[in-house]
């Protein structure tokens, strides 16, 4: 059982603000400016972080016709706005040291529950944070040349507004496991009874799509196997599509996955790792044969150049080969999977198939089915 209090310690909302008094530029722990300087200045104390951007600064010139558009899209460019990210008293100021930025992690928040994943949710600016930044400004209209900039921050603060940490009290289904220790060798693997979670640590944090550092990071005192314990989490999206799922665009030049609705209306995009240079994954459009909620893993070493020379059954489990999710497609061996190392996604290379976090893969098997179709593009909108 899961057991969220709601209570907003890190809101995001547009506030009208003329304080300009003590502002400080954000610099990258490196020198170099850094995501947020393009979002104007900051000025941070302890618990309130305030980021101020100013028409002149930051918005580009608009022609006439253009205005309608930004009204239209509660984009103002006239008057300067306050972003106030609160932080919970709790979270020690070493949460946030290094590369970690709190704007980023409220930009995660609010892409994954736009349903535009980054992926893990660790605060640090990636390459899937930037693909997520980049479907979502497709999907709402916005310059396809910006990034992390103030029109991005404001489309999403007006349309996921809301908490970006929430308390969570663990429970004793949270730690009464079973948990495993997973070792590397596939062979061993498949002696487990169940490649389950290793840690509550570890069960939390997939459950709120959350590095496990980040984790650690916002509750450095917490003892997550104690029932009771109260954590700071992140406000992650609900992970059921609003609709079933038509066509899924699996676009390898970006590493990423697509989901259409009947109409052909964006429901949500993924991270994703596609197939590798020695394994590619396959090309054209197949069909989603069968789902498998709690799926073991079937190694078959006949002709393949990898892994052990047996034959090997890796039973179901967050942690197996295939992270215990497979969507099965037309094209014997290939499909759509979970995997047990979801800060590796996009990262790494596959053996053909289509890796996502195993919360993504969850949500995109619910809303699919027999026959639902899938194009592997090599970009937006064009089978390879």
């Known amino acids: ?33 850094s995501y947020l300087t393009m979002l104007g200045f900051l000025r941070i104390d302890r618990n309130l972080v305030v980021l101020i951007a100013t028409a002149l600064l930051c918005v580009p010139s608009v ?11 509660g984009i103002e460019t006239t008057q300067s706005e306050s972003l106030d990210l609160k932080i919970p008293p709790s979270v020690p100021e070493t949460a946030f040291s290094g590369a970690r930025s709190r704007v980023v992690l409220a930009a995660q928040v609010m ?37 992390l900039d103030p029109q991005l921050m404001r489309s999403l603060i007006k349309s996921q ?19 495993f220790r997973v070792p590397d060798a596939m062979s061993a693997m498949a002696a487990l009874e169940r490649v389950g979670w290793t840690s509550p640590q570890e069960l939390i944090a997939d459950r709120f799509h959350m590095d496990q550092d980040l984790l650690r990071a916002l509750n450095p005192e917490a003892d997550f196997s104690r029932v009771g314990t109260r954590i700071t989490i992140v406000a992650h999206r609900e992970e059921t599509l609003p609709s079933q799922v038509a ?8 590493n990423s996955v697509v989901a ?22 396959p090309s054209g459009s197949m069909e989603v044969v069968a789902v498998a909620p709690d799926a073991n893993y079937t190694f078959d070493p006949s002709g393949r150049e990898w892994g052990p020379d047996e034959t090997l059954i890796v039973p179901p489990g967050p942690n197996n080969p295939v992270g215990g999710i497979w969507i099965d497609l037309s094209k014997p061996g290939y499909g759509i999977h979970g995997s047990p190392d979801p800060q590796l996604i996009g990262k790494t290379a596959s053996h053909g198939c289509v890796r996502l976090t195993n919360w993504d893969a969850k949500e995109l098997a619910d809303a699919v089915r027999q026959g ?11 089978a390879s």
């Open 111 to 147: 892409l994954d529950r736009s349903r535009h994943s980054p992926g893990v949710i660790d605060g640090y600016m990636g390459g899937n944070t930037m693909r997520a930044i980049q479907h979502f400004r497709r999907a709402r209209g916005l310059p396809a040349e910006g990034g």
């Open 260 to 281: 259409f609705d009947e109409r052909g209306n964006i429901l949500a995009s993924y991270p994703a790792t596609v197939g590798s240079a020695q394994f590619p994954s």
């Open 63 to 73: 022609s006439p016709a253009q205005s309608t558009t930004d009204t239209e899209a």
């Open 372 to 382: 639902t179709r899938v194009v592997f593009a090599n970009q937006a909108g064009g």
């Open 1 to 33: 059982m899961c057991t969220s209090d709601a209570r907003p310690w890190f809101k995001c909302q547009i506030v009208r603000s003329t304080a300009f008094s003590e502002l400080t530029r954000s610099e990258h722990p490196r020198g170099q400016p």
């Open 247 to 254: 066509r899924i665009e699996v676009r390898k030049s970006d």
């Open 161 to 179: 507004s809301g908490e970006i940490f929430q308390t969570y009290t663990i429970t004793r289904d949270d730690v009464d496991g079973p948990f």
